[in-house]
């Protein structure tokens, strides 16, 4: 086949004049900080999850590491969370001084194994972070039980899941805290940032003392009309408050989920035929439970060849692709850090040198699909 002259991306935010104007109007009302547009853009989310609370961040790991933080969890203490997931839920455990304790997965959906984790909980375990991964959600069913049988928090890891349901219940929306990014390659994009959605008024204060150095007024309601820029901080906290000129992206990106989902979901079902019956491929399974899937990433499991030599022959076709995730447990630190304590993850290791995410943006077209479905069987065929 002939090689393709432009380079396919593996992803691609799709920006128009909408997020533009939105974008050119915030800078032009001389309020770019953290304003009216970020309590806008936290409604949206309360409204999109069911959620009482939103709180918009610079980054979903921003959210992470003050929801450990107000949650109190430190030195001593055990989250349970999978290793196939990126490194930044894991440094956040470790940063609080706590011990990550490894679930492993279901190979083909890379979701959480729900029936292994009750397995791992001791008296020192103190929360749960399921991942609805690649926007599948989670068993949020017998992990909000297990989580109420041992008085367990949960803290959904929903950074690929704007647009994940489980039962009709939106990720996000169980009551518990759920951490959302915004990074470029997620379903919507405010550039960097992230939202975490809960449904707890004394949690929430907590959380947003932490978000802006301890200070219960942010910029908006100490500098703008009848504010009053006094201030005290009665607990020291963080720098991780989300700009306005970021939510006005995100609003405006916030107009167009269902769109962008939509058009997700389509390019997945073609690659799921055009990539069916291929012998040395593994497609990506569905969750059995009632769900919608938000098709953050489209994973296969190469088996055919060597994933190195997958990846350097994909790139002669021109064409993109990601690596979601190397499993944290075998990153340097943490093999240093918990030697011989990460215990057997069959499922993880098994997938773990197999997976590539191929390109899935709303942008592509289904000419794009076909092309790679077919560089990947010439790729397979000549080996």
């Avoid at 203490?77 to 011990?99: K, Q, W, Y």
């Avoid at 959906?109 to 375990?125: A, F, G, M, V, W």
């Avoid at 204060?205 to 201030?231: C, M, Q, S, T, V």
Wanted: proline residues 5%.
């Amino acid at each position: 086949m002939k090689v393709r002259e432009e380079f396919l991306p593996f992803s691609r935010p799709s920006i128009g004049k909408n997020e533009i104007n939105k974008v050119t109007a915030c800078l032009k009302s001389g309020w770019i900080t953290t304003g009216a547009l970020c309590k806008e853009f936290e409604d949206e989310f309360c409204h999109l999850t069911g959620s009482q609370q939103a709180i918009s961040l610079n980054s979903a790991t921003a959210g992470m590491h003050i929801t450990l933080s107000a949650l109190n969890i430190g030195p001593g203490d055990e989250i349970i969370t999978p290793s196939m997931t990126f490194a930044s839920t894991v440094n956040m455990i470790v940063l609080r001084g706590a011990t990550p304790v490894f679930v492993d997965i279901d190979y083909s959906t890379l979701n959480i194994n729900p029936d292994l984790i009750e397995e791992k909980i001791s008296k020192k375990t103190k929360a749960i972070i399921p991942v609805h991964f690649a926007g599948a959600p989670a068993d949020m069913d017998k992990i909000n039980n297990l989580a109420q049988k041992y008085n367990l928090t949960v803290i959904e890891d929903a950074a690929h899941a704007v647009g994940t349901y489980y039962k009709g219940i939106h990720a996000g929306g169980f009551g518990h805290p759920a951490i959302f990014s915004f990074h470029p390659i997620k379903n919507i994009t405010t550039g960097e940032g992230g939202m975490i959605t809960l449904s707890n008024a004394a949690l929430e204060k907590k959380l947003r003392l932490l978000r802006f150095h301890g200070i219960e007024r942010d910029a908006w309601k100490r500098y703008g009309k009848g504010g009053n820029p006094a201030y005290d901080i009665a607990e020291p906290g963080y720098k991780y408050n989300m700009p306005d000129i970021l939510a006005a992206l995100g609003l405006a990106q916030m107009e167009r989920w269902q769109e962008f989902n939509l058009r997700r979901s389509t390019l997945a079902q073609f690659y799921l035929e055009g990539l069916k019956g291929i012998s040395g491929i593994d497609l990506p399974a569905f969750p059995e439970y009632d769900h919608i899937h938000a098709w953050h990433l489209f994973v296969i499991k190469i088996r055919a060849l060597n994933r190195e030599e997958f990846m350097n022959r994909l790139s002669d076709y021109n064409i993109g692709y990601g690596l979601h995730f190397p499993p944290t447990h075998t990153l340097s630190y943490v093999k240093e850090k918990y030697a011989g304590k990460t215990g057997p993850l069959q499922e993880t290791e098994r997938a773990a040198d197999k997976i590539i995410s191929l390109p899935l943006f709303p942008d592509m077209r289904e000419t794009d699909v076909a092309y790679v479905c077919k560089a990947i069987k010439e790729i397979i065929k000549h080996g």
